[in-house]
């Protein structure tokens, strides 16, 4: 098979199953809300306020973006082809996050909550196949290519990543996990510390912003949350939060400004939008 039609199989794949998963998610009768907002009934360690997920706004957004943008070529003949390396690049991985989300919601409703969190380790392996296969800021892309595909999968690897994080202590919370002599506000430092610095390495290796963002936003969710006053205090967990949102936000500030000093990151003109070429309209931000 030549890499026409490969291209040709995935795209109509891409098309076709967020078609088939939204239809699964809607003919289930499933209680949507109580699966998007963090009160769904299980105990949980981390917790983010309900207004954090209003970043699957941006998400669906960008995934939809790329979405239509994979496939414009789709009923083109041979010969007017667009070249799409990143259709190539993603390769199944699109597919596989939405089946990987959709068997994850309905599992996770049900109450299968250690067969859930499985799947929703396969929609972060998935999230970050797509994210390692298109080598995010790690070649130059135009202004298009950055807006259409490669925010997309940055948005949701770096949410999916904290998503599997608090899945997987609702899990051991679920399972009546004996936090030892730290306690529960000491595994709960820890595992917030392990993510600041998840996302610290993404920024520092990858140039990653948006990634990085993510991961800010999701942290300042859980300080709304911890701060609740109908929730019971928690000082040492809120301020390592806090501490984390110092961190991340300070290194996104100091990374970006000596990045920009070196030339390693540079944005092109906005007028220029509608140039497809990469060497012509260019957002540079490669990974030294």
């Not at 690897?157 to 994080?165: E, K, L, P």
């Not at 595992?191 to 998840?198: D, E, K, N, P």
């Not at 290194?251 to 000596?258: K, Q, S, T």
Request: hydrophobic residues 50%; aromatic residues 14%; proline residues 4%.
């Amino acid at each position: 098979m030549d890499e026409t039609s490969k291209k040709k199989i995935l795209q109509i794949g891409n098309l076709l199953t967020p078609i088939f998963c939204a239809l699964t998610i809607g003919l289930s009768g499933l209680d949507f809300s109580s699966t998007v907002i963090s009160d769904s009934g299980y105990p949980k360690i981390l917790s983010p306020a309900p207004f954090t997920f209003a970043v699957w706004g941006p998400i669906f957004l960008f995934q939809f973006m790329f979405y239509f943008y994979q496939a414009r070529d789709l009923f083109k003949s041979r010969e007017n082809k667009i070249e799409m390396p990143y259709v190539h690049e993603v390769s199944v991985f699109f597919i596989l996050s939405w089946i990987s989300t959709t068997v994850w919601y309905v599992l996770w409703v049900l109450g299968f909550v250690w067969p859930a969190i499985g799947a929703m380790f396969a929609y972060l392996l998935s999230s970050l196949g797509a994210y390692l296969g298109l080598g995010i800021n790690l070649r130059a892309r135009s202004l298009k290519e950055h807006l259409f595909v490669t925010v997309a999968w940055s948005l949701l690897a770096g949410w999916v990543t904290v998503a599997a994080i608090v899945n997987t202590t609702t899990g051991f919370v679920y399972s009546g996990f004996d936090p030892g002599v730290i306690g529960e506000a000491g595994w709960t430092s820890i595992i917030l510390l392990m993510a600041v610095g998840i996302y610290l390495l993404v920024l520092v290796r990858r140039n990653d912003f948006v990634f990085a963002g993510v991961g800010l936003w999701a942290i300042i969710g859980l300080i709304a949350d911890l701060l609740d006053p109908t929730n019971v205090p928690q000082p040492l967990v809120t301020l390592v939060a806090i501490l984390g949102v110092g961190i991340l936000s300070v290194a996104m500030i100091v990374w970006f400004y000596l990045q920009s000093r070196r030339g390693v990151i540079s944005l092109p003109s906005f007028c220029d939008f509608n140039q497809e070429s990469t060497s012509q309209v260019t957002i540079r931000i490669i990974s030294q």
